[in-house]
């Protein structure tokens, strides 16, 4: 099931139209329309996603004709300041070693 909808995986060495993609495998999806554009798709990031990145997406969206239906989510939502934070916390246990 999972070979019918176009994914990307940058950990894939595999060649396609994108590095880790399978874009050009599998049958079209119904939410494809006659030119190839999908319109409908979902975003996962495994890790931290954030704001910024919903934001660009549903910018994305909306100025899209016609428009698309994007769903965006991750394994955790991190802010600026959690960010910032994971920075100074891995920059302390690098400089400690």
């Known amino acids: ?5 176009v994914h990307f995986d ?4 595999r060649r396609g139209n994108l590095a880790g993609s399978n874009a050009t495998a599998g049958p079209r999806s119904q939410a494809a329309t006659e030119s190839g554009s999908a319109q409908e798709a979902i975003v996962f990031v495994i890790g931290g ?3 910024i990145e919903y934001q660009n997406l549903m910018e994305f969206a909306q100025r899209s004709t016609p428009r698309k239906h994007i769903v965006y989510g ?6 600026a300041s959690d960010f910032l934070d994971q920075l100074t916390r891995l920059h302390q246990s690098t ?3």
């Open 10 to 13: 940058p950990k894939q060495a």
């Open 74 to 79: 991750s394994t955790d939502i991190v802010s």
């Open 95 to 97: 400089s400690s070693k």
């Open 1 to 5: 099931m999972f070979e019918d909808f």
């Open 49 to 51: 996603g954030n704001y």
